[in-house]
């Protein structure tokens, strides 16, 4: 499966992961609460500017955008529709510059070093005898790695249909995409029983 992580050297690259997701909860929040287009067009600029010092650049960073460019898109349009231009320009801006923080944290962070911070905080749940903390980091680790593995199947699917002269439809697109998705989630889950990883995480606790 793919990664959404870029391997270089930066600043950003260098700061813990516990410190880079309680930044990016603060500028989620701070960027949700700016008034008006002129001071959310700046944090996008910003923003954007962090997405190209994570090394996201080039081919592989409209790569990284293009999945959710469209639905922020039809977002933006929609709000535009129904409560004037202004206000879909900055729900435009507002949601591309929470997307590009997102995946510049996301680009810049090993996917282990997350799953180690979600199992930290997971941890008092475990306590409280709520959750399994190793299964929460696990299940993000794996949401993580398979979400670019989703929309490469969807990619691929589509070429297929425009190579046979077919439509793009979604009754044609969705049947294909769902059943490959869960024939390599069965994979992965068979993967993970079969190396014991639940069981391993079971004895450390145990010992």
Do not use: W
Not at 28 to 35: E, H, I, S
Not at 143 to 153: H, K, S
């Amino acid at each position: 499966m793919m990664s959404l992580y870029v391997q270089r050297r930066s600043l950003l690259h260098r700061l813990p992961a516990a410190v880079k997701l309680v930044a990016l909860a603060f500028l989620a929040l701070a960027v949700l609460a700016l008034p008006g287009l002129v001071p959310l067009v700046i944090a996008a600029l910003l923003a954007f500017g962090l997405y190209l010092h994570a090394g996201l650049q080039g081919r592989a960073g409209l790569a990284a955008l293009k999945p959710l460019a469209l639905s922020i898109a039809l977002i933006a349009l929609f709000t535009a529709l129904v409560a004037g231009p202004r206000e879909g320009a900055e729900t435009l801006f507002r949601l591309l510059s929470l997307t590009l923080l997102a995946t510049a944290v996301t680009a810049s962070t090993p996917l282990h070093d997350f799953m180690a911070v979600i199992e930290r905080a997971a941890r008092p749940l475990e306590r409280a005898g709520l959750v399994r903390a190793a299964d929460i980091g696990l299940a993000v680790g794996l949401a993580l790695r398979f979400l670019p593995e989703v929309v490469n199947r969807y990619r691929a699917i589509a070429e297929a249909h425009q190579a046979r002269g077919l439509k793009l439809r979604a009754t044609t697109l969705l049947g294909p995409l769902i059943i490959s998705t869960l024939r390599e989630a069965d994979a992965i889950a068979a993967a993970i029983d079969a190396r014991g990883i639940r069981g391993h995480e079971k004895e450390k606790r145990e010992t």
